[in-house]
């Protein structure tokens, strides 16, 4: 671009604007966070019910932090549309859309219907970032020359770079502001301009010679996850052929002070990346290299296999005290795909309550966060929490630990409990059994 010197200047003044494609958990912390920081930002979703909802400062969207949301809210610079013409007046315009896997595929279609939107409005001197998460050569490959369907050109006449998001939702200690960001463009000066966006909300930035490296750097994060997930998971297996506790083995292998990163078991993967991400690295290496990421799809069908193998262990449970799975009550706590968040997406849970379901038992769920679920097509609402359903479940499946479960009170109460992430810890219980 022949001079980015008056985008720079509104960036460091926060006078820039900015709209924010896609109102998911990712594009609306980015618009808080924005909003916070003093620019006037204009969250776009196609969802017109989200938006009326978000428009009403009703917070519709796991994963989000309720009070970055409210701070944004409260600084009247956070508004939202179902009505891309916004897009025009942009200085800077994030595609933060689902990037969902279909039949092991990569599915990009919210990324390109985003981009068709943007190039139809899109104007010289803007600065385009995607935030998506995706695979190595998306932002150059698909993402430009779509957005230069509007007759303008990359790098001469508009700015691109890829920027991915590292949220963790319910994380009390790394939050939006102070977890790193990467950022990589598909020009030098892009990335630089990009960089210095991110730099007035966040307190590091880094970045990296290209868009490719900045895609890629989010997936080895997410595979790096998934395989050690992967390891434990079997451990735990193994852990149970052996009689051995796997979370004692755990523990104590987690002493090392060097060279040992400790990762936990449970009944799978969830969420929106750790599931997904790896899931594009497999499949564009089998297509671009022609070859298999062979321990990365181990590791995907070990976790695969952990829904299955949990549920196994729980009609074990109830065949131990003379309880047949068919007909069998069970109350599963924690349907959310981790501790402390209301997201679904993704969740082991719902893989666990579907084979159990297919084995004849007789199904209840609660979770603080989740009202209802979709099971198989058949929809299943919240039961309460009360004395009256744990003691007449046959057995109590903890599958995800929200903090507010009283452990103690559980046990004391369920005939029997499975639990399938340790949150008991040490303690032995009777009527407890672990993962």
């Known amino acids: 671009m022949r001079s980015t010197s008056s985008l720079r200047r509104r960036l460091l003044a926060r006078d820039a604007t900015v709209a924010v494609v896609g109102q998911g ?22 969802d017109a019910t989200r938006v009326n909802a978000l428009a009403s400062s009703e917070l519709v969207v796991p994963g989000v932090d309720e009070a970055a949301f409210r701070r944004g809210v409260a600084t009247g610079r956070l508004h939202f549309t179902a009505d891309a013409d916004c897009l025009a007046a942009a200085d800077v315009i994030c595609i933060c859309v689902p990037t969902p896997v279909r039949d092991h595929t990569p599915d990009l279609s919210y990324v390109e219907q985003a981009c068709r939107d943007v190039a139809r409005r899109l104007v010289g001197g803007r600065l385009v970032i995607l935030e998506s998460s995706t695979y190595p050569g998306t932002t150059s ?26 949220i963790d939702p319910g994380n009390l200690e790394f939050h939006f502001g102070n977890t790193p960001r990467i950022v990589g463009g598909t020009t030098s000066e892009a990335t630089a301009v990009a960089a210095l966006f991110y730099e007035q909300m966040i307190e590091k930035v880094v970045t990296v010679s ?122 599963v706590l924690g349907v959310a795909y981790k501790p402390d968040v209301g997201d679904v997406r993704e969740s082991p849970s719902f893989q666990v309550m579907s084979v159990l379901a297919r084995q004849g038992t007789k199904l209840a769920f609660h979770d603080p966060f989740v009202k209802e679920v979709t099971l198989d097509g058949r929809r299943l609402a919240r039961t309460g929490l009360t004395a009256r359903a744990v003691v007449g ?14 452990l103690d009170w559980l046990a ?24």
């Open 25 to 46: 958990y990712v594009g609306l912390s980015l618009g808080c966070a924005a909003a916070e920081a003093g620019f006037e930002v204009t969250g776009v979703d196609v």
């Open 141 to 166: 490959d698909l993402v430009g020359p779509l957005l230069e369907a509007s007759g303008r050109r990359v790098g001469r006449d508009f700015l691109l770079a890829y920027s991915p998001e590292r």
């Open 210 to 331: 290209s868009a490719r490296a900045a895609e890629l750097a989010k997936l080895l994060e997410n595979t790096f996850r998934h395989v050690n997930i992967a390891l434990v998971n079997e451990m735990a297996m193994v852990c149970h052929e052996l009689g051995i506790d796997v979370w004692e083995v755990i523990e104590a292998a987690a002493t090392k002070p060097f060279g040992f990163m400790a990762f936990t078991p449970g009944p799978g993967v969830g969420g929106h990346c750790i599931p997904l991400d790896p899931a594009y690295l497999a499949w564009q290496v089998r297509r671009d290299v022609g070859h298999q990421f062979r321990i990365l799809e181990q590791a995907q069908d070990v976790n695969a296999h952990m829904p299955n193998w949990v549920a196994r262990r729980i009609g074990e449970a109830l065949n131990e005290h003379a309880k047949p799975l068919k007909g069998a009550k069970v109350l």
């Open 393 to 406: 479940a046959d057995l109590v499946a903890l599958l995800t630990p929200h903090s507010t479960y009283d």
């Open 412 to 435: 004391r109460v369920a005939p029997l409990l499975f639990d399938a992430r340790n949150a008991f810890g040490s303690q032995t219980r009777p009527n407890v059994v672990k993962l």
